[in-house]
């Protein structure tokens, strides 16, 4: 079983119920164990740096968005949802800033992303793939219940075919190993997200 495959069954086990407190484990055994790999003397290159960087706030964002919902009641797939999210990402967050640091770079938020794609020049932060605009933020914080539940899934979802979007590219383009190992997890775990998010769309949260 390849490392991005095993991220997925550990990550649909925990969606499920069937194994508490996984998320540490699968991503200190996994991706950072399989990411960890010793590839210091291999020289970053744009690629690797931009991605870190550009996934760092698209992460960011999606801490926002989970702790706008956690503590409301939202219905237990969602809380699950986001809590495991919350956790998740906050480890890789971590650890992308510390390969940032390790490598010299800055770990403050890019005024450009995505140039590091190959999709022209870049565009502005706030037009970046899958994150929500400051309107949507307020709606989600202004909703409750179920509808805010909903809403969430809707979100996350885009937020996460963006971060699916950066991720294939950086597994394709990027030289660093851990990048690569890393940018494939993530990949790999969001997708599976998405369809379980739209699962939830399609039953408990249809009617909302």
């Known amino acids: 079983m390849t490392v991005a495959a095993d ?26 164990g399989a990411c960890g790999t010793d590839d210091s003397a291999t020289e970053p290159t744009d690629v690797d740096i931009g991605f870190l960087t550009d996934m760092s706030a698209h992460h960011g964002q999606a801490l926002v968005l989970c702790q706008r919902v956690l503590g409301r009641d939202v219905g237990t797939p969602v809380t699950a949802a986001a809590a495991e999210v919350l956790q998740n990402q906050s480890i890789e967050l971590g650890m992308m800033r510390a ?5 010299g770079q800055s770990t403050a938020p890019p005024d450009t992303v995505m140039a590091w794609m190959h999709i022209g020049g870049g565009m502005p932060l706030a037009e970046m793939h899958g994150l929500a605009s400051e309107a949507e933020l307020a709606e989600l914080s202004q909703l409750d219940g179920l509808a805010q539940g909903r809403y969430w899934l809707e979100l996350m979802s885009a937020h996460h075919e963006g971060g699916v979007a950066m991720a294939t590219a950086a597994a394709r383009l990027a030289s660093s190993e851990k990048v690569v190992r890393l940018a494939e997890n993530q990949a790999a775990v969001q997708t599976f997200e998405i369809e379980q998010y739209q699962q939830l769309l399609d039953s408990t949260y249809a009617t909302v």
């Open 7 to 32: 991220v997925v069954v550990r990550s649909r086990r925990r969606f499920l119920g069937l194994s508490v407190g996984v998320v540490g484990t699968a991503l200190v055994g996994g991706t950072v």
């Open 99 to 103: 390969w940032l640091t390790d490598w």
